[in-house]
């Protein structure tokens, strides 16, 4: 007689490790740029924000008790508890949609991406919560569009996907597709929705939810909805397949290459009628998914995409293959492609890490003094910290030698690297950061310079800039100053050698009041 595997102790051994692995990463590897960004979503909440709506803010103040505590791990700390949840949502979804071990390869499927695991189970970013919330709907909607609307149980759990579903939109702006899946499944499936009252109730609740997004737009000029736009406007844009290609090669990437020709074949097999599954389930997740990914695909024929925008399709089919994997493979705890693909993961994981803390791999072949690093994109997660410390030094020695006068900030013309250095030397240093520039260039911190109470004539700044992206003080800046000087050079070392180098510029006395982004488009 066969014991039976009890694969519930197997996923709570799995969401631990995952926890423990994710959460000692996340302490030793640097903010990266779009993360120290979102940290102002959370240092300066409102109902929405140039780029995202508000929602990663919130999870940053909650997981650090509203900034209490600052260090990566705390800012974090949302990424890794949400990825931990996300094991059990995908367990559950994979049980609901065959049985228990479904349920568990899922889970490990999910371990195994790049996606699931790094970038929103590590990384904090707006994809973050919405991955937890679509897998949630995901579930929700297993459980309800296919059922009967007479039905207590799924008129209840309709309004709560209607609740999560709003949670979604107010996450990341492309949650919409929810909403869009679960019109089209009723439309195909079963219309019988449309004449029930919790139908509506749903979509009023994640109407009201949604509220904030509209709320900040109406008293910003819809500038985030056309600049959201803008970003896919396929209007007067010529065919490049090299877009195209790019976004193919990323979305392989960030869902693991295993992972991504094991979703393709299980579709393929749902499609030939070679699995035995709930049909309705099964038009659930494509519904959702497909929607997602071909309106993504076709945009970048024309226009420069990021593969993780289609990303939760792709994560939405990761049940769909675990039942494929259920029924191909034998009762072995983990398939020998999953074991693949988790080898792939744990890889990159080493190689990334060797690569950013001791450049392993001589990515950048310059040598020129102001460029050094520019070709090594590990650096975007390297570096900071030190810069930060040194930057902190000459503040103090300036503010002792009276250099500079005490009304004085840090400055930028673009968002990055000005909130990396926001946080890892001018918050250390107790100085705040303004940016000048128009609002293309500078999104949340032209918000930022009106509740910092703005510019005042006689002030003094500083000026960062790296070698990994060099900019020098432009004209612009130039204007605004009665003078500017090269001050200082931190070398930044890493594995024996200089990695990069920052450069510190003094812009002292402020002759002119900057332009107002928020006047001037």
């Not at 009023?204 to 985030?224: C, E, G, H, R, Y």
């Not at 128009?438 to 700044?461: P, Q, S, V």
């Amino acid at each position: 007689m066969t014991k039976k595997v009890d694969y519930t102790r197997y996923l709570i051994i799995l969401m631990v490790l995952s926890a423990l692995v994710r959460g000692i990463i996340a302490s030793v590897i640097e903010l990266g740029n779009d993360e120290v960004y979102y940290r102002l979503y959370a240092m300066y909440p409102d109902w929405s924000h140039f780029d995202h709506p508000l929602m990663v803010g919130g999870v940053i103040q909650f997981f650090s008790l509203n900034l209490l505590f600052t260090s990566e791990l705390f800012i974090r700390m949302g990424s890794i508890v949400f990825g931990t949840i996300n094991l059990w949502l995908m367990f559950q979804i994979g049980k609901t949609l065959r049985d228990e071990r479904t349920g568990f390869i899922a889970a490990l499927l999910y371990t195994s991406s790049v996606y699931g695991f790094i970038i929103t189970g590590i990384f904090i970013l707006p994809d973050t919560p919405q991955g937890l919330f679509w897998l949630w709907s995901l579930y929700l909607m297993m459980k309800t569009l296919p059922g009967c609307p007479r039905i207590y149980e799924h008129r209840n759990n309709m309004i709560q996907l209607g609740v999560v579903m709003g949670l979604a939109i107010l996450s990341k702006y492309s949650s919409v597709f929810l909403w869009g899946g679960a019109v089209l499944y009723l439309v195909f499936f079963n219309r019988k929705w449309f004449n029930s009252r919790y139908l509506y109730y749903a979509l009023i609740a994640s109407t009201v939810l949604a509220l904030p997004i509209l709320i900040w737009n109406l008293q910003n000029d819809f500038i985030s909805f056309t600049w959201q736009g803008e970003r896919v406007n396929m209007a007067g844009q010529t065919i490049r397949i090299d877009y195209l290609l790019t976004e193919l090669v990323g979305e392989i990437s960030y869902n693991n290459p295993i992972n991504f020709i094991l979703i393709v074949l299980a579709v393929i097999a749902y499609y030939r009628g070679k699995m035995t599954i709930n049909k309705s389930h099964a038009r659930v997740m494509l519904l959702l998914s497909f929607p997602l990914i071909v309106t993504f695909l076709a945009f970048s024929f024309f226009r420069s995409t990021l593969p993780h925008w289609t990303a939760p399709g792709y994560t939405t089919l990761i049940p769909l293959t675990a039942a494929w994997l259920t029924e191909k493979t034998t009762n072995s705890l983990i398939p020998n492609s999953i074991k693949t693909a988790l080898g792939l993961l744990v890889l990159t994981i080493i190689l990334g890490i060797a690569q950013i803390k001791t450049g392993l791999i001589p990515l950048d072949k310059t040598i020129l003094f102001e460029e050094i690093g520019e070709n090594d994109p590990s650096l975007d997660l390297f570096g900071y910290t030190e810069a930060g410390e040194a930057f902190v030094e000459i503040v103090q020695r300036d503010r002792r030698n009276n250099e500079m006068n005490e009304e004085v900030f840090l400055t930028g013309t673009n968002w990055f690297p000005l909130a990396n250095y926001d946080y890892y030397a001018a918050t250390p240093a107790g100085i705040k950061s303004l940016g000048i520039n128009t609002l293309d260039r500078l999104h949340k911190y032209a918000w930022i310079n009106h509740i910092e109470g703005g510019f005042k004539l006689g002030w003094d700044a500083y000026y960062l800039t790296d070698s990994r992206d060099f900019k020098a003080p432009d004209s612009t800046l130039y204007s605004y100053f009665e003078t500017m000087i090269p001050a200082d050079t931190i070398q930044i070392s890493r594995g024996g050698k200089i990695a990069k180098r920052v450069f510190v510029y003094k812009m002292k006395n402020l002759i002119k009041l900057p332009d107002d982004p928020l006047q001037h488009e």
